[in-house]
T-cell receptor
Framework: DAGVIQSPRHEVTEMGQEVTLRCKPI?????LFWYRQTMMRGLELLIY????????DSGMPEDRFSAKMPNASFSTLKIQPSEPRDSAVYFC????????????????FGPGTRLTVL | AQKVTQAQTEISVVEKEDVTLDCVYE???????LFWYKQPPSGELVFLIR??????QNEISGRYSWNFQKSTSSFNFTITASQVVDSAVYFC???????????FGKGTKLSVKP
């Protein structure tokens, strides 16, 4: 399998512009996660989906952020309008549901999208 | 509240030294999972190990070993005979239950010098 695929790998935009980050999870995985990594806050969850349904979006900073998962093989994270403080590396991860013992529930991460908002 | 503390921000060792990375977690859940991930300079996050709260057996994988102690809420990671390629940031993470998001520590940056 190709692993989790994210695009673009790098994005530079100006404040106020709309940014869309894309993710293709590993085929067959039931869960998809969006994380953000900054120097100040480290790695933090933004939102996650189970079978394409958002389960927890409590980490989404504000209304400027939105995420969708229209099907099992694609998800987007949109920022509109973008601000300099949104500059970070955004990771997408996916995992299986695992069995009742939690086996196989490790999350596999994509390479990340480095976003710079000027 | 769920929390993961990696008190060591940076560690520097010379090649072939043994090094232990500390991880202390907080949770009131009885069922939880602990993970270690490696983030090399290239930036990707690489899964290393998963442990559930009911399995305190230590694990060894080559030069890597993990010590899980519920009594002290710790899940420490030891690299034996470190190599330059081990240089990376290592993250410890906690997961409630068997699903859901990971709660990460701040990471420990390990530098292994030749």
């Amino acid at each position: 399998d190709a692993g989790v695929i994210q695009s673009p790998r790098h994005e530079v935009t100006e404040m106020g512009q709309e940014v869309t980050l894309r993710c293709k999870p590993i085929s067959g995985h039931d869960y998809l996660f969006w994380y953000r990594q900054t120097m100040m806050r480290g790695l933090e969850l933004l939102i996650y989906f189970n079978n394409n349904v958002p389960i927890d979006d409590s980490g989404m900073p504000e209304d400027r952020f939105s995420a969708k998962m229209p099907n099992a093989s694609f998800s987007t994270l949109k920022i509109q309008p973008s601000e300099p403080r949104d500059s970070a590396v955004y990771f997408c991860a996916s995992s299986l549901a695992g069995d009742s013992g939690g086996a196989r529930n490790e999350q596999f991460f994509g390479p990340g999208t480095r976003l710079t908002v000027l | 509240a769920q929390k993961v503390t990696q008190a060591q921000t940076e560690i520097s060792v010379v090649e072939k030294e043994d090094v232990t990375l500390d991880c202390v977690y907080e949770t009131r859940d009885t069922t939880y999972y602990l993970f270690w991930y490696k983030q090399p300079p290239s930036g990707e996050l690489v899964f290393l190990i998963r442990r559930n709260s009911f399995d305190e057996q230590n694990e060894i994988s080559g030069r890597y070993s993990w010590n899980f102690q519920k009594s002290t809420s710790s899940f420490n990671f030891t690299i034996t005979a470190s190599q330059v390629v081990d240089s990376a940031v290592y993250f410890c993470a906690l997961q409630r239950g068997s699903q859901g998001n990971l709660i990460f520590g701040k990471g420990t940056k390990l530098s292994v010098k030749p």
